[in-house]
């Protein structure tokens, strides 16, 4: 009896040298933000935004406050979630409260005078969107609220991103208590801008966009997208839930430059087309 050998699979393992002076580069970019603009403009967002209270109702240094608490939050996160879970976490934690104390001098050396508050607190949330995003992209964290956010996930049983809401919300709420209702408005308009930029960083700007069609007028269709845009198109069988009749799905992947010629160009040969659009952040492969 004879048996195929089989092949070896090669995986080619991570570069975690390069993973971790990506992660260095956000966390400094996260710390410098924070330095610059969350902090003077008393921006109460995450756990830095705790610290941010702290500082000024007890004058503690936030990377003190920081450091201290990451170390208990750390050592909770080993017993409850194991090193595995939570090792990158942990190095970040105890990475970005030194980053924090580095940077806090360059407020001496940057003079912001002049500008509007509203422009410096966007400035602080691109910043810090782009940094975290780096920092999250590579799988490691700066810890704070993550590690709290997913110890209240394991014990209370709540979706992750439900905790994130309440664990911002909360912090939100105290700044309201010891800043007034300026900062919320703030800190609200850091915390969207900043989930945006983290997504655009970790997934990426969408540079195609691929197109679902349902037609009676297929020929025409496929003709159109052939011919005169010169892009492939897949035919995919397709069946209706509610009626059962069978009908032809062109499924077709354009440039987002094209997503109104493309869209205009199949409503004007059938107007009662049904087409579902969405993002395609990477094509492997033949197009």
Known sequence: MFFKKKKKV??????????????LLGATIFAISFNLFLLPNNIAVGFSGLSVIVNSVWGIKPSVFLFVSYIFLGILSFIFLGFHSTKKAVIGSMIYPILVELTSYMNSYVDF????????????ALASGFGSGLVYKVGYSTGGTDIINTLISKFFKRPIGTCHVISNAFIIAVGYLIFGISTVIYSIIVVYVMSIIIDKVMIGISESKTFKIITTNETAVKKFLLSKLSHGVTVLNARGGYTGNVVKMIYCVVPTREYFTV????????????????DVYEVIGNK
């Not at 090669?10 to 992660?23: E, G, H, Q, R």
């Not at 005078?113 to 602080?124: A, T």
């Not at 205009?264 to 107007?271: A, Q």
């Open 10 to 23: 090669i995986v080619k393992k991570n570069n975690w040298l390069l993973d971790f002076a990506i992660f």
């Open 113 to 124: 005078y002049g500008i509007e508050k509203i422009v410096l607190v966007f400035c602080g």
């Open 263 to 278: 869209k205009e160009g199949i409503l004007s040969l059938d107007p009662e087309a049904v087409i579902m659009i969405s």
